[in-house]
Structure formats: structure tokens, C-alpha cells
């Protein structure tokens, strides 16, 4: 199982990225997947999950901002970042959902991506 994130960078407050997560090694189309971030200093925090199905939940601080969809075709998580504000700097990590502990549990997850760097100027 390898998961690939990308498409992290710089960007000011205000703007937009698009993050991706590319799996390989298990059947993608039958797994929730979650994003999770890690500030500075601070814990790896849930941020968003989608089921197989195509549900989405979100953490409040990204909801109305942020949206999480797939393309099972392409094996590929996106997460949509809008209005970024300098409180979204983080390593954004996705993961593949094993456990049902909670979909925001970092425990219920089993394979981690790599983590892209998003910094967001003010």
C-alpha cells in the first residue's frame, strides 16, 4: 500500500490549492480516506473524510471552505482548499481508513501519505 500526496506550496492568504493523494497497492474504490494536518509544534489534526460512497465530513475550522472529493477511476483523493488563512499552514497528510474509532481518530487510519507542506503568507 503506498499513498502519494502533492500539491502542496506557497500561497497568500485568500487564495486556493488543491491537494491530491494517489493510491496504489489495494483496492482504493472500497476504503474511506481521510485528510489530516500537523502545524508547527502542534498535534496531527483531522481536517476531512470521505467514505467510499463519496460522503464528506469536515473538521469546523475547513467547513464551507475546504472540500473533499475522489475520482475512483484515477485511484485519487483531492482536497479543494478556498480562502486560505495563515491558520492552514501544515503539513497536510491523507490516509486510508481501516478502523471505525471515529473517522477524526488518527487511530482508525493504517497507511499514511508522506505529508505536502502548505504555508500560507498573510
Known amino acids: 500500500v503506498q499513498l502519494q500526496a502533492s500539491g502542496g506550496g506557497l500561497v497568500q492568504a485568500g487564495g486556493s490549492l488543491r491537494l491530491s493523494c494517489t493510491a496504489s497497492?489495494?483496492?482504493?474504490?472500497?476504503?474511506?480516506m481521510g485528510w489530516f494536518r500537523q502545524a508547527p509544534g502542534k498535534d496531527r489534526e483531522f481536517v476531512a473524510h470521505i467514505s467510499y460512497g463519496g460522503r464528506a465530513d469536515y473538521a469546523d475550522s475547513v467547513k464551507a471552505r475546504f472540500t473533499i472529493y475522489r475520482d475512483n477511476a484515477k485511484n485519487t483523493m483531492y482536497l479543494q482548499m478556498d480562502r486560505l488563512n495563515p491558520d492552514d499552514t501544515a503539513v497536510y497528510y491523507c490516509a486510508r481508513r481501516l478502523r471505525n474509532y471515529g473517522l477524526n481518530i488518527l487511530k482508525s487510519y493504517d497507511y499514511w501519505g508522506q505529508g505536502t507542506l502548505v504555508t500560507v503568507s498573510s
Open positions: 497497492g489495494y483496492t482504493f474504490s472500497n476504503y474511506n
